[in-house]
């Protein structure tokens, strides 16, 4: 799977949008990126996925550059239970490895009231 | 709906002492099933996988093993516990095609 790059941590305002960058410039043509979060003291939480097209639902927007080499997660209205360390991972959608699953050290976000 | 229990939530254990830890998944059919262990204020690293019944994957060497005695029932073991097994195991499931992984809310397993 290819390497991710996140920064350690950000701060965000309650009720501002929080924008979560990720750099993935290996990524190759049939992986995806996805994004997860935890909350302390809790298993990860899956958030969105995206290939190559802007996604949205219910919990966050996912932006990706045209090149693919980067992406922005966006929490439009970020709140003091948004506080958490975000992960994001690039793996093809099909399990055609079920392993190599890696997980960096993620961005701590704290979002402040 | 799809749900995974893990359990215990927390559990102390002497150096030496055995493990068995356990995940359980309901509400899928022949899913990929996952072991991971975090260090505090790290990542998650990958320990096992597995695609089927009895079929386990390993990804780092060390002092544990994993089982699949069922479709939807994934053991994590230890004939004796080092301290650095001490951290936060977690377990996931996918579909057996596609991910994303779902993930139970943890072991926390402390050595003394």
């Known amino acids: 799977d290819a390497k991710t790059t996140q920064p350690p941590s950000m701060d965000c305002a309650e009720g501002r949008a929080a924008n979560l960058p990720c750099n993935h410039s290996t990524i190759s043509g049939n992986e995806y990126v996805y994004w997860y979060r935890q909350i302390h003291s809790q298993g990860p939480q899956y958030i969105i996925h995206?290939?190559?097209n802007n996604e949205t639902n219910e919990m966050a927007s996912l932006i990706i550059t045209e090149d693919r080499k980067s992406s922005t997660l966006i929490l439009p209205h970020a709140t003091l239970r948004d506080t958490a360390v975000y992960y994001c991972?690039?793996?093809?959608?099909?399990?055609?490895?079920?392993?190599?699953?890696?997980f960096g050290d993620g961005t701590t976000l704290t979002v402040k009231p | 709906s799809q749900t995974i229990h893990q359990w215990p939530a927390t559990l102390v254990q002497p150096v030496g002492s055995p493990l068995s830890l356990e995940c359980t998944v309901e509400?899928?059919?022949?899913?990929?099933l996952y072991w991971y262990r975090q260090a505090a204020g790290r990542g998650l690293q990958l320990l096992f996988y597995s695609v089927g019944i009895g079929q386990i994957s390993s990804e780092v060497p060390q002092n544990l093993s994993a089982s699949r005695p069922q479709d939807r029932q994934f053991i994590l073991s230890s004939k004796k516990l080092l301290l650095s097994d001490s951290g936060f195991y977690l377990c996931a499931w996918s579909g057996p095609v596609v991910q994303p992984q779902h993930f139970g809310d943890g072991t926390r397993l402390s050595i003394l």
């Open positions: 991972i690039v793996r093809p959608r099909f399990n055609t490895n079920a392993g190599k699953s890696t």
């Open positions: 995206g290939l190559k």
């Open positions: 509400g899928t059919s022949n899913p990929n």
